[in-house]
Structure formats: C-alpha cells, structure tokens
T-cell receptor, first 114, second 115 residues
C-alpha cells in the first residue's frame, strides 16, 4: 500500500528564513510520481511540482527547491528566504502510474511571520 | 472559464435540508474526484469517477450521493447531514492515461456548515 508521511504538523518561521518541509513516502511500485501542492487560506490546492521516480535530479524554481532521494524515500521541499505569502498548508502526494490515484500526506502548516 | 469551478463557495444548511454541490471542469479531463477536508484531518477521498463511471466509493455515508452526468460535471447531493459533516469539500479533475500521472487540478472548494 502507498503511504505519505509529513511528520511536521506545523512550522513557524520569521520572514527571510529558509525552511524545509519533509516528505517521506512508501510504495512497492518501481514507477511512481511525487507531487507537492500548496493550499493558501482561500482553500484551493495549487500544484507546485511533479516528479517521476526515474528522475532524481533536484529541481529549483525561484525560491523553491526540491530534493528527491530514492535511497531514503524522501521528497523534501525547501523555501529560501521565506515570505509572508508563503504561509499556507503544504501537501506532499504520491501517485501510481495507472489510475492516477493520489495519496496525500497529512499536510504541514507553514506560518511565516513578518 | 478555465480550470475547475465549484459552486457555491459557501453553504450553510440545516440537518433536514437537501442541497447540491456543483463542480465543473474546463480542462478536457476524463476523471473527477470529491474530497472532504475537515479541520485538523487529512484529505479524505470520497468518490472517484473515471469516464463518467464511479470507480471508487470510500465508505461514504449514503447521505452523500454523487452524480456525474458527463465528463465535465460532477455533483454531490446532500441530504439529512450531521454537524460533523461540516467541512471543506474539494473537487478535482485529472487526465487518466496508462503509464503516466499528471496529478490533479483542484477547485476552490465549498465551505459547508451544517447547523
């Protein structure tokens, strides 16, 4: 069975600090996909990134970066120089290639204070 | 309009009322989903429709009744709800292809309060 664990329930940082959100997953599939979503107070889950299991290159997009490590089954998300607008709930998710069913972690609440 | 649209954004209903939540996707996707998000609880998958057929029903009480008349529209019919059903109900859509996964596009949700 697939499972996603986000051990950090809530993180508070001060603006301009760097913050890393952890995600650990379990799956028996050799092919799978990992995602991060952001849920601001408005409620909508916004897609941030998709990564397949064969691509272990780390990715950077502006202040966002992702570290995928198959050896530890982790897909961590780092925000550099955090801003108040980054305050949201962040979800990590795992998908099998057939059926497209997403399994979500419990989410991490990020609070960025000015 | 683009993306996934949910109406209404907010709904307050009594326990004896009947109401419906509506979801419409403009992305040409072939699968749609209902999720429930309660305070301090993980996202709960309620129903999955793929090619307009219900393919998953995760032990949801019968007071929730989904309907998918076509690939672009999804409804959640509500009747005789309980206060614990108060939550954010999220609709999502995706394109299901063999051998690949693109994740979901979510709507903004309907904030439901049962009084």
């Amino acid at each position: 069975a697939q499972k996603v664990t986000q051990a950090q329930t809530e993180i508070s940082v001060v603006e301009k600090e760097d913050v890393t959100l952890d995600c650990v997953y379990e799956t028996r599939d050799t092919t799978y996909y990992l995602f991060w979503y952001k849920q601001p107070p408005s409620g909508e889950l916004v897609f941030l990134i998709r990564r397949n299991s064969f691509d272990e290159q780390n990715e950077i997009s502006g202040r966002y970066s992702w570290n995928f490590q198959k050896s530890t089954s982790s897909f961590n998300f780092t925000i550099t120089a955090s801003q108040v607008v980054d305050s949201a709930v962040y979800f990590c998710a795992l998908s099998e290639p057939y059926g497209n069913k997403l399994v979500f972690g419990a989410g991490t609440i990020l609070r960025v204070k000015s | 309009e683009t993306g996934v649209t949910q109406t209404p954004r907010h709904l307050v209903m009594g326990m004896t009322n009947k109401k419906s939540l509506k979801c419409e996707q403009h992305l040409g996707h072939n699968a749609m989903y209902w999720y429930k998000q309660s305070a301090k609880k993980p996202l709960e998958l309620m129903f999955v429709y793929s090619l307009e057929e219900r393919v998953e029903n995760n032990s949801v009480p019968s007071r929730f009744s989904p309907e998918c008349p076509n690939s672009s529209h999804l409804f959640l019919h509500l009747h005789t709800l309980q206060p614990e059903d108060s939550a954010l109900y999220l609709c999502a859509s995706s394109q299901v292809n063999r051998g690949d996964s693109y994740g979901y596009t979510f709507g903004s949700g309907t904030r439901l309060t049962v009084v």
